[in-house]
Each structure stands twice: as C-alpha cells, then as structure tokens.
C-alpha cells in the first residue's frame, strides 16, 4: 500500500512535466502577453528547408480564429512567434529569406512597401543565434511590433504591411503548407 501510495504521489508530480507542449525542444506557450494583451495558442510547427529544421513557428491570437483571415485582414490581433533552432541562421540569411516571403507574398512586386519591408528587415540586423526568439504582434489597423526576445525593435505602422507580413506564413502562397497548417492548428 505504501508502494501505491508513493507511485500515485510521484506520477502526480510528474504530470506538470509532461503536460508541458515541446516542439523540437522549444517549449510552447498556452498564451503569452504583450501591451497589455492576452494571446492563446492557435498552433505551432517547425520550418524546414530541404531537412534541416531551421525555427519553430507559432501562431497566437487575442480571440478565436475561423481561418488565416481572421488574422490577415482582421478583427483578430495576432502574434506570430519564430524560436530558431538551427546554428545555420545568420542575420543575412533572415535577411535575404524575409526579403524573398515578402517578394513571393506581393507578386515581385515590393515597390509600395519597400521603405517599411527595409525597417522591418532591420529587426535581423543583429546576430542570430540558436535560442533566439522573434515575435511579431500583429494590430489590425495599426500595423505591426516586433521583438527581438523582450525587446522592441521596431513598430511599422502600415495595415498592409501587417497583412503582407503574416501572410508570409499564412497566405495563399506560405512559405511552408506543412508550417502554414500547424500554426492554424489543422
């Protein structure tokens, strides 16, 4: 009986251990903060390029979402979370690769966006490192904030950069389906 007792005692303690969301050792939040806002979880998945793992990519919102359009054209805020994991991420990498999603995302064409797509492409001037994390919170009608770990970056105040931006990941043509799919949850 002291045995029974013990066991139940241990799995109990145990059972926070294991309820704990890890993707490719990243821990996942069930919601995070930011401006006085509260954001749960809508999915998350790994980034692949050919079959390195390169960052995890989640996806969190301020209310339930239908679809990715709840987030691209609104009313939902949004946060789009990067938490790279690959020691091959550079900062010209990011930087080439965002400048690629935001070429694909508009057509080739960057010419109206492209003052606000070089502040934003700013945010990867620095250092990357495996464990760093990006988080880009979406303001329906205001534009975008990004964060480097805890701190800000940058604030693009333009709602088709927002939208341009999010749809890198979650429009009609995503970087990755497989990723595309995950942070929405399906």
Same mark, same amino acid.
């Given at each position: 009986?002291?045995?029974? +007792?013990?066991?139940?005692?241990?799995?109990?303690?145990?059972?926070?251990?294991?309820?704990?969301?890890?993707?490719?050792?990243?821990?996942?939040?069930?919601?995070?903060?930011?401006?006085?806002?509260?954001? $749960?979880?809508?999915?998350?998945? +790994?980034?692949?390029?050919? +079959?390195?793992?390169?960052?995890?990519?989640?996806?969190?919102?301020?209310?339930?979402?239908?679809?990715?359009?709840?987030?691209?054209?609104?009313?939902?805020?949004?946060?789009?979370?990067?938490?790279?994991?690959?020691?091959?991420?550079?900062?010209?990498?990011?930087?080439?690769?965002?400048?690629? $999603?935001?070429?694909?995302?508009? $057509?080739?064409?960057?010419?109206?966006?492209?003052?606000?797509?070089?502040?934003?492409?700013?945010?990867?001037?620095?250092? +990357?490192?495996?464990?760093?994390?990006?988080?880009?919170?979406?303001?329906?009608?205001?534009?975008?904030?990004?964060?480097? $770990?805890?701190?800000?970056?940058?604030?693009?105040?333009?709602?088709?950069?927002?939208?341009?931006?999010?749809?890198?990941?979650?429009?009609?043509?995503?970087?990755?389906?497989?990723?595309?799919?995950?942070?929405?949850?399906?």
């Amino acid at each position: 009986m002291k045995k029974l +007792i013990m066991t139940l005692i241990l799995l109990t303690m145990l059972v926070p251990v294991f309820a704990e969301k890890k993707i490719a050792r990243v821990p996942i939040e069930e919601q995070v903060a930011y401006s006085g806002s509260n954001f $749960g979880l809508i999915g998350a998945g +790994i980034r692949n390029k050919f +079959i390195i793992r390169l960052y995890v990519g989640s996806l969190y919102t301020n209310q339930p979402i239908i679809d990715e359009n709840s987030v691209l054209k609104g009313p939902a805020q949004s946060v789009i979370r990067l938490d790279i994991i690959s020691n091959i991420i550079t900062s010209e990498l990011m930087q080439e690769t965002v400048q690629t $999603g935001f070429d694909k995302a508009m $057509g080739g064409d960057t010419s109206s966006l492209q003052s606000q797509i070089d502040d934003f492409i700013g945010v990867f001037s620095e250092e +990357i490192n495996k464990g760093d994390q990006f988080n880009f919170i979406s303001i329906p009608g205001r534009g975008v904030i990004a964060f480097k $770990g805890e701190r800000e970056l940058t604030t693009i105040n333009d709602d088709r950069f927002r939208e341009v931006l999010f749809s890198i990941w979650l429009g009609d043509d995503p970087a990755e389906e497989s990723l595309k799919k995950a942070m929405l949850g399906k």
